[in-house]
């Protein structure tokens, strides 16, 4: 099947495109006034948000101007490339802002099941308190590539996937990491005196995943 006619271009977005191609940092703005309005309507209508949409449209024009080599005038229009290009942008935002929304609900959960309650009395959470000192002391002493890993997952609430994508190793390489960690950082845990070492703060997920 062919594909359908292309829609002509706005001449004076094809003028603009060429004059930024030569390093003409005001035609980027001049760009901006024809286009701007069109590209922050389909972000906000994707976004639902002023403030995600206007970072949205800013960052396509910035990737505008410091590539322009990406368009090709083959395949589409200046304004159906740069519209395009709003639309993916808005969607991965989308995207982020739920992850976002998810990590932090899990959090507030956790937060809700590992809050101390009324009855709990003062010696426990000193106690509570010593471990976490413990911990966190035992964590510094392990490599840097393990102790980033085991603070992500355990501090920061990132599954082992997303662990590999912040920090830009494989997977497989994350999952070693936090195991040979874990498993320092029990065996550190216990060779320390006090509650830490009676294994009240060294239990972990055999597999080195975040509770």
Not at 126 to 133: E, F, K, L, N
Request: glycine share 8%; proline share 6%.
């Amino acid at each position: 099947m062919d594909e359908p006619a292309r829609r002509p271009d706005n001449p004076a977005a094809a003028v603009l495109f060429a004059r930024i191609r030569t390093g003409d940092q005001l035609a980027v703005a001049e760009l901006y006034e024809l286009l701007g309005r069109p590209a922050f309507a389909l972000a906000r209508r994707i976004l639902l948000d002023d403030g995600l949409a206007e970072d949205v449209v800013q960052e396509v024009f910035l990737s505008v101007w410091r590539n322009p080599a990406a368009f090709d005038e083959r395949r589409a229009s200046v304004s159906s490339w740069l519209l395009a290009m709003v639309h993916h942008k808005a969607v991965d935002a989308v995207r982020r802002e739920e992850g976002h929304r998810r990590r932090g609900r899990r959090a507030e959960d956790d937060m809700a099941l590992s809050a101390p309650t009324a009855t709990r009395d003062t010696e426990e959470q000193a106690v509570d308190r010593m471990v976490s000192q413990q911990v966190r002391t035992a964590l510094g002493e392990l490599p840097p590539t393990q102790r980033e890993a085991l603070a992500l997952a355990y501090y920061g609430g990132y599954t082992q996937r997303e662990v590999a994508t912040l920090t830009g190793v494989p997977l497989g390489t994350v999952k070693t990491r936090m195991l040979s960690g874990m498993r320092k950082l029990k065996g550190q845990l216990a060779g320390s005196s006090g509650p830490a070492g009676e294994g009240r703060g060294a239990a972990a997920p055999s597999d080195g995943s975040p509770r």
